[in-house]
């Protein structure tokens, strides 16, 4: 598999993983992908710059089936519209009250400005908009640990989408993510997990 990150790799990896779950999940299905221009200016009312790996993710897929398992191990998506609102609700009220870094970091789990939600819930994989659109995005998992100094997860998280994907995919090859008939879901192994994600925690 190819190493690194860039926009082009990921829309490589991520046909791969469809490729991968394809024999398994049936009729499980993700929704169809937006355009560029949506993903730009959906994360620019926020005063964000849309990576350009978030751009490819959402133009893959605008989220899963409504009231649908997702077809990915570990990896829930829902539409650009939806985690809008999530950020929005996240954010907006809380930041007008100025708050410290410490608070921050203690409410949104890591999740806090810029790091935008692909599922608008308190654990989920958040994605790093306070750089510039070329730049692969700091991806992590928010944890309610995160503002603990003793453990701290600033270390423990991708570099890319594209690292994020690639676990995926290794993961079914491996054993990590195994593909449980009878709930008609992804179960996970930690235990064949390398270090790095589970680390992370993604």
Not at 157 to 174: F, K, N, P, Y
Request: proline share 7%; charged share 20%; net charge negative.
């Amino acid at each position: 598999m190819a190493k690194g990150s860039s926009p082009e790799l990921l829309v490589e990896l991520l046909a791969e993983l469809d490729r991968e779950v394809a024999p398994h999940v049936g009729s499980l299905r993700a929704q169809p992908g937006t355009s560029a221009d949506e993903v730009r200016r959906s994360i620019g009312q926020f005063g964000l710059e849309a990576p350009d790996e978030l751009v490819v993710l959402y133009g893959w897929h605008d989220g899963i089936t409504p009231k649908r398992k997702s077809p990915y191990p570990d990896f829930g998506i829902t539409s650009l519209r939806v985690s809008c609102i999530g950020y929005d609700t996240r954010h907006t009220g809380f930041l007008r009250d100025s708050p410290t870094a410490e608070d921050i970091d203690a409410i949104t789990w890591g999740g806090g400005p810029g790091w935008f939600p692909l599922y608008p819930a308190q654990y989920t994989i958040v994605v790093d908009c306070n750089g510039p659109a070329d730049v692969s995005p700091r991806v992590r998992f928010t944890d309610i640990e995160f503002e603990d100094k003793q453990f701290p997860r600033i270390s423990g998280q991708a570099v890319s989408l594209c690292t994020v994907i690639t676990w995926r995919i290794e993961g079914i090859r491996s054993g990590v993510y195994t593909w449980n008939t009878q709930n008609g879901e992804w179960d996970t192994d930690w235990n064949y997990m390398t270090p790095a994600q589970r680390a992370s925690s993604l």
